[in-house]
């Protein structure tokens, strides 16, 4: 399974560019899957007040809900992404896009808006490429790609990763 991480400032275009590798994934019959790393604090919305969450109040240490192609699980435990990576390979992903978890150590395109991003360059680990609207001015050893070229990244994350 190759996984990708997508990691920039807030407000950034992380969404948008992962939803935009996930249709393109899917264009191409790849199967894939993503995680977001729910960076606000606090829990995830959408879970509170239902069975499984009143199940795993009650002890459970994994609840899940089944209904309609959706599974959700909640859980007591703090999971760290490559103890959900696993879970992911049981449904035979092909390509794992992971939005956020910044100080993980998987391949990452790191998102720059504007010039003070420049600094995420200097404090993160395996990056593999750019994506900017900037003119890039740096001498950068890395591939740099502008927003607009998803197609151009797609098929270098799928060559490279």
């Given amino acids: 399974m190759k996984i990708i991480q997508i990691v920039g400032y807030k407000n950034s275009g992380k969404t948008t560019l992962v939803n935009q590798l996930l249709q393109k994934s899917v264009a191409y019959g790849i199967r894939v899957a993503s995680i977001k790393h729910h960076g606000h604090g606090g829990k995830p919305d959408g879970y509170e007040n239902t069975d499984s969450e009143l199940h795993r109040k009650s002890g ?91 197609h151009k990244l797609f098929h270098w994350i799928m060559k490279t990763v």
């Fill in 60 to 150: 459970a240490i994994i609840a899940g809900v089944v209904g309609e192609n959706a599974f959700q699980l909640t859980t007591t435990d703090c999971w760290e992404l490559p103890r959900l990576i696993p879970i992911y390979e049981l449904f035979e992903t092909e390509l794992l896009i992971v939005e956020g978890f910044k100080q993980e150590d998987y391949k990452k395109i790191v998102l720059i808006k504007n010039k003070t991003d420049w600094k995420l360059i200097e404090t993160l680990s395996n990056i593999c490429a750019i994506v900017t609207l900037l003119d890039v001015k740096k001498n950068i050893d890395i591939p740099v790609f502008r927003y607009s070229e998803i």
